[in-house]
C-alpha cells in the first residue's frame, strides 16, 4: 500500500531532550516535507527536500533539522526542543512536479508533540 | 511566503449546501487543490482545478475559479455529517528551478449539524 508512516505518533517530553520523529514513504517520491498545523494558523511549513541530499529551509524552520541520506526517510530532529514547538506535525510526499504538473502531496497520519 | 485566506469556521444544517471560499495570490499558479482533513488524520487531496478552467464538477463536489479575483470556492451538495472535517485550499508555487510547492491556506473546520 502506497502510504507515509510517521513514528511516533503521540510523543510527551521535556524541555531540552533531543528528539527525532522519523517520516517514511514508499512511493519513489523525490520531494517531501514537513509541517506543522496549529489552531488558526493552517499548515506552515518547516523544512523540505527537493531529492536526496537536497535540503532546504521552509517558513518556520528555526528550532528544528533535517537530513535526507536516504530517497524514502526524512527525518525532524528537535536538537533541544522548547514548548513553543508543542503542535501536530505533518510529513508530506509527492513527486517533484513542476510547471503545469499536478502536484499531489501525500500526507503521514501526524505527531503530536507535548514540551513540557 | 503567499497567502492564501480562508475563513476559519462553516456551520451548515445536514442536507444543505455547503460552500467553502479561499482566496489566493499566485497568478501563475497552474493547479489549485482542496485538501480534506478528517479528526485524527492527516491531509487527503480532496480535488483539484486546473487554472485555465473556471469551474470543475465531481459528484456533489463543484469547484469554481474566478482568476481576475484570484478567488476558489468548493461547494459541497446535500452536506451529510460524514463531510464535517476541515478543508484547505492550497497553491502551487514556483519554487527552486522547475519545482512547484504548495501553499495552504490556515483551514476551513466545516460542521455539519443534524
Given at each position: 500500500e502506497a502510504q507515509v508512516t510517521q513514528n511516533p505518533r503521540y510523543l510527551i517530553t521535556v524541555t531540552?531532550?533531543?528528539?527525532?520523529?522519523?517520516?517514511?514513504?514508499?512511493?519513489?517520491?523525490?520531494?517531501?516535507?514537513?509541517?506543522?498545523?496549529?489552531?488558526?494558523?493552517?499548515?506552515?511549513?518547516?523544512?523540505?527536500?527537493?531529492?536526496?541530499?537536497?535540503?532546504?529551509?521552509?517558513?518556520?524552520?528555526?528550532?528544528?533539522?533535517?537530513?535526507?541520506?536516504?530517497?524514502?526517510?526524512?527525518?525532524?530532529?528537535?536538537?533541544?526542543?522548547?514548548?513553543?514547538?508543542?503542535?501536530?506535525?505533518?510529513?508530506?510526499?509527492?513527486?517533484?512536479?513542476?510547471?503545469?504538473r499536478l502536484n499531489e502531496q501525500f500526507f503521514g497520519p501526524g505527531t503530536r508533540l507535548t514540551v513540557l | 511566503g503567499e497567502d492564501v485566506e480562508q475563513s476559519l469556521f462553516l456551520s451548515v444544517r445536514e442536507g444543505d449546501s455547503s460552500v467553502i471560499n479561499c482566496t489566493y495570490t499566485d497568478s501563475s499558479s497552474t493547479y489549485l487543490y482542496w485538501y480534506k482533513q478528517e479528526p485524527g488524520a492527516g491531509l487527503q487531496l480532496l480535488t483539484y482545478i486546473f487554472s485555465n478552467m473556471d469551474m470543475k464538477q465531481d459528484q456533489r463536489l463543484t469547484v469554481l475559479l474566478n482568476k481576475k479575483d484570484k478567488h476558489l470556492s468548493l461547494r459541497i451538495a446535500d452536506t451529510q455529517t460524514g463531510d464535517s472535517a476541515i478543508y484547505f485550499c492550497a497553491e502551487s508555487i514556483a519554487s527552486s528551478g522547475s519545482a512547484r510547492q504548495l501553499t495552504f491556506g490556515s483551514g476551513t473546520q466545516l460542521t455539519v449539524l443534524p
Open positions: 531540552g531532550k533531543k528528539l527525532t520523529v522519523t517520516c517514511s514513504q514508499n512511493m519513489n517520491h523525490e520531494y517531501m516535507s514537513w509541517y506543522r498545523q496549529d489552531p488558526g494558523l493552517g499548515l506552515r511549513q518547516i523544512y523540505y527536500s527537493m531529492n536526496v541530499e537536497v535540503t532546504d529551509k521552509g517558513d518556520v524552520p528555526e528550532g528544528y533539522k533535517v537530513s535526507r541520506k536516504e530517497k524514502r526517510n526524512f527525518p525532524l530532529i528537535l536538537e533541544s526542543p522548547s514548548p513553543n514547538q508543542t503542535s501536530l506535525y505533518f510529513c508530506a510526499s509527492s513527486l517533484k512536479g513542476g510547471q503545469g | -
